[in-house]
């Protein structure tokens, strides 16, 4: 079992929350860009609904793979 | 209209600095002695140098110099806007919490019931001052009120904001009514939080209370945050607001079209950020030799990274200077900047800029300006962008009708 992760991009201001929060997941590039995997295992569930409650762009989008 | 016109703080530059952005977007990144940097005004190039906080310092974000060993102790300085991580993070991550989107909807009621109180209270004047009856007084009640400021001291409070702010990318700061403002400022929050009963709340000032009372932050470093929170969030906000109402008053068939579709207000809010944006820019110091749009920028350079020009630039938006409700990009301007100094407090100014305008539509029927467009006094500054007054005639909707 695993979760999907999505960040959408129109939404998303680089604040770098999700970053601090679950560095496992989401990571910042040299140039400043979010990136992050695109799937994730169920033990991160607590840690990436944390994610998505600090998100201040509420860009974050966690559900079934 | 040049740089040169806005930089000297020409009224009709400061009113409408499209055509000035134009030019310098036209240019491409160039070394402007206006500003003492470079200009940095096409989309692409302004979101590239926000994102890279690595290379691009914000210890001079106002334009001030960075912090010296030299300096006052005293002096009160931000400790977010003008810090670096890793220490900025560390900061930004205390009140973070305080901020999150689900946090600031739980506000809702506290800022609706403030803005009602505004509005209602304009119901039997002949003629108003938008700015100085709503634009103004509200941002500050609110953030007083989330803050837990008694009612009988915020006008108090208002006054020490503006006088803080006032003097960003102006000339008139007086060096010694500021620092004679800051001592009174932090004194009056020092004692506000020595008399807070520690208790954890759902309020700016409990977060922060208790990262003071963990260690996490000295007391002079709380007392520094609850006030750049204060003032960051209250001059941007009114003139976020005045530029809305200016908008909603001044656009033919748009107060129809939102009664009519009240899901379309928060688009029209984010276009009101998009075309007016309450912060036209803030400068950044190049840590290392870098390229920038083409533009070759030596390490130790001071760069004016315009949001507005930014906003309004036609390669990232279709018939860029028309207020447009269905953009699919509507929330992707950047009146907030971008990357980890992106405005804090985004979603409380989107959520006071909706429930001021749902407010005004829902009570009154039709807004009128007295002044004509072209003469509408605009703030003496270059960074901080929007109206000082707007005469209006407001005509109410008989009570109890239903919108």
Known sequence: MSLRVHVDRTHCELHGQCVERVPSVFRFTDGGDLDHLAEAGDDLADDLADAQFLCPAQAIEVGPA | MSLADLVGLAPDALRDPGSVYDELRAKGVHFAPE????????????????????????????????????????????????????????????????????????????????????????????????????????????????????????????????????????????????????????????????????????????????????????????????????????????????????????????????????????????????????????????????????TEIPAGSRLLVLYQAANRDPAAWEQCPHLKLDRPNASAHLAFGKGPHACIGSSLARLEGVVVVETLLDRVAEITLLTPPDEVPYLASFINHGPTSLPARLAFRPTGEAS
Do not use: C
Request: hydrophobic share 40%; aromatic share 4%.
């Open chain 2, 35 to 294: 500003v003492n940097a470079y200009v940095v005004a096409g989309h692409d190039d302004v979101s590239r140098v926000l994102r890279d906080a690595k290379r691009f310092s914000s210890t001079i974000t106002v334009g001030n110099p960075p912090p010296s060993a030299t300096d006052d102790p005293n002096r009160l300085r931000p400790l977010l806007l003008l810090s670096d991580d890793p220490v900025h993070a560390t900061r930004r991550s205390i009140v973070n919490r305080a901020f999150t989107p689900s946090q600031v909807r739980s506000w809702e009621p506290v800022v609706r019931r403030i803005a009602e109180q505004h509005v209602d209270a304009l119901r039997d004047a002949d003629t108003v001052d938008l700015v100085e009856r709503i634009a103004a007084p509200l941002p500050v009640r609110v953030i007083s009120a989330l803050l837990g400021v008694p009612a009988d001291d915020v006008d108090k409070f208002r006054a020490w904001s503006e006088e803080i702010t006032g003097s960003l990318g102006g000339h008139a700061a007086d060096p010694e009514k500021r620092d004679r403002v800051q001592r009174e400022f932090t004194g009056y929050m020092d004692e506000l939080m020595n008399r807070h009963d520690g208790r954890a709340g759902d309020d700016v000032l409990s977060t922060i209370v208790a990262a003071d009372r963990a260690g996490e932050l000295t007391r002079r470093e709380a007392v520094s945050f609850t006030i750049e929170l204060l003032i960051a969030g209250n001059i941007t906000t009114t003139h976020h607001l005045a530029s809305s109402m200016k908008l909603l008053a001044e656009t033919d068939g748009l107060a129809d079209r939102l009664r009519a579709e009240p899901a379309l207000i928060p688009r029209f809010v984010e276009e009101s950020l998009r075309l007016e944006s309450p912060i036209q820019g803030f400068y950044r110091l190049a840590l290392e030799d870098s390229v920038v749009g083409g």
